[in-house]
């Protein structure tokens, strides 16, 4: 997954033309009066269009997929998606306006860098929520609770927050267990930094996020004479595909590192767990304290 890309899902963007407002009324026009939107939901949507992959996969498990007129083309991908089996026996859109009006949807929700693409939308009538990328847990379950509240789903969503917040408490390391500096890195060699969701999830899970000590104040690279100079207990890295080769093996595979093969641990897993909050999170813990128990081990 290359570095556009890792912003746009990121970001929860979808990939719009500049003149989607054009695109969009050019689309009433062709498919005729049964296409125009009623311009407010009704209280129980039934035509729901997501067009944010994080965003569909909260909606799959809040409603009746009956009631979504279509995902994100992003969450049908084999191993870029943890809902794809499901994401592929729905429709889907690749986010242009054309597709979504031909799509008749009575709630559309999207992320933040596609507020352009809703803005064309709420002009045609056409009901649209626009969200922002969270980034800490508790933004993250007030995100599922507001698309509960959209879709009438209210007991669904506080049900699917508990199970977060259960999976976060089995997950987290129990008292007195040794704190590990790890970093982690996302795809184009960035590496995590503060203040996001993801260095949130490594507090929590027991690992301090090296990329502080280095003075990053962002997600960003990582120079590899700081990590020499002072390398993390742990290294992880998300993989596009099984097997496929990790920025953490090359950094640990790098001549003036070997030394460090048995001090330092490293440890990839699935890169879409990188990218989204709500119940991928679930999933998100588990894979940290996996890895932070492995490391745990290894230093003996």
Same mark, same amino acid.
């Given at each position: 997954?290359?570095? %556009?890309?890792?912003?746009?899902?990121?970001?929860?963007?979808?990939?719009?033309?500049?003149?989607?407002?054009?695109?969009?009324?050019?689309?009433?026009?062709?498919?005729?009066?049964?296409?125009?939107?009623?311009?407010?939901?009704?209280?129980?949507?039934?035509?729901?269009?997501?067009?944010?992959?994080?965003? %569909?996969?909260?909606?799959?498990?809040?409603?009746?997929?009956?009631?979504?007129?279509?995902?994100?083309?992003?969450?049908?991908?084999?191993?870029?998606?943890?809902?794809?089996?499901?994401?592929?026996?729905?429709?889907?859109?690749?986010?242009?306006?054309?597709?979504?009006?031909?799509?008749?949807?009575?709630?559309?929700?999207?992320?933040?860098?596609?507020?352009?693409?809703?803005?064309?939308? %709420?002009?045609?009538?056409?009901?649209?929520?626009?969200?922002?990328?969270?980034?800490?847990?508790?933004?993250?379950?007030?995100?599922?609770? @507001?698309?509960?509240?959209?879709?009438?789903?209210?007991?669904?969503?506080?049900?699917?927050?508990?199970?977060?917040?259960?999976?976060?408490?089995?997950?987290?390391?129990?008292?007195?267990?040794?704190?590990?500096?790890?970093?982690?890195?996302?795809?184009?060699?960035?590496?995590?930094?503060?203040?996001?969701?993801? %260095? @949130?999830?490594?507090?929590?899970?027991?690992?301090?996020?090296?990329?502080?000590?280095?003075?990053?104040?962002?997600?960003?690279?990582?120079?590899?004479?700081?990590?020499?100079?002072?390398?993390?207990?742990?290294?992880?890295?998300?993989?596009?595909?099984?097997?496929?080769?990790?920025?953490?093996?090359?950094?640990?595979?790098?001549?003036?590192?070997?030394?460090?093969?048995?001090?330092?641990?490293?440890?990839?897993?699935?890169?879409?767990?990188?990218?989204?909050?709500?119940?991928?999170?679930?999933?998100?813990?588990?894979?940290?304290?996996?890895?932070?128990?492995?490391?745990?081990?290894?230093?003996?």
């Amino acid at each position: 997954m290359d570095l %556009d890309r890792r912003v746009l899902i990121a970001g929860g963007a979808v990939a719009v033309t500049a003149a989607v407002t054009a695109s969009a009324v050019a689309a009433v026009g062709r498919a005729g009066a049964a296409a125009v939107i009623a311009p407010a939901a009704p209280t129980l949507p039934r035509r729901i269009v997501s067009l944010n992959p994080c965003l %569909d996969v909260i909606l799959v498990q809040l409603v009746d997929h009956e009631r979504i007129a279509a995902l994100s083309h992003y969450s049908r991908e084999a191993y870029g998606s943890t809902i794809a089996p499901v994401a592929r026996t729905l429709p889907f859109t690749w986010g242009t306006a054309e597709e979504i009006i031909a799509r008749a949807p009575d709630l559309v929700i999207t992320g933040r860098f596609s507020a352009a693409t809703g803005r064309a939308l %709420d002009r045609l009538g056409v009901h649209t929520a626009v969200f922002d990328v969270p980034e800490t847990v508790e933004a993250s379950l007030a995100q599922v609770r @507001e698309v509960a509240r959209l879709v009438g789903a209210p007991e669904r969503g506080e049900a699917m927050v508990a199970r977060i917040e259960a999976a976060l408490t089995e997950a987290a390391p129990k008292p007195g267990t040794p704190r590990l500096s790890t970093l982690v890195f996302m795809p184009g060699g960035f590496a995590s930094g503060p203040g996001t969701l993801m %260095d @949130e999830m490594m507090t929590r899970m027991g690992l301090d996020n090296a990329a502080t000590k280095y003075g990053l104040r962002q997600s960003m690279s990582v120079p590899l004479e700081q990590v020499i100079a002072d390398p993390p207990d742990l290294l992880l890295s998300g993989e596009v595909s099984p097997g496929a080769p990790s920025r953490a093996l090359r950094v640990m595979s790098h001549p003036a590192l070997r030394h460090l093969a048995g001090h330092m641990s490293h440890a990839t897993f699935p890169e879409r767990l990188l990218f989204c909050g709500g119940p991928v999170l679930i999933q998100t813990a588990q894979a940290l304290a996996r890895a932070r128990e492995t490391a745990l081990r290894g230093r003996g």
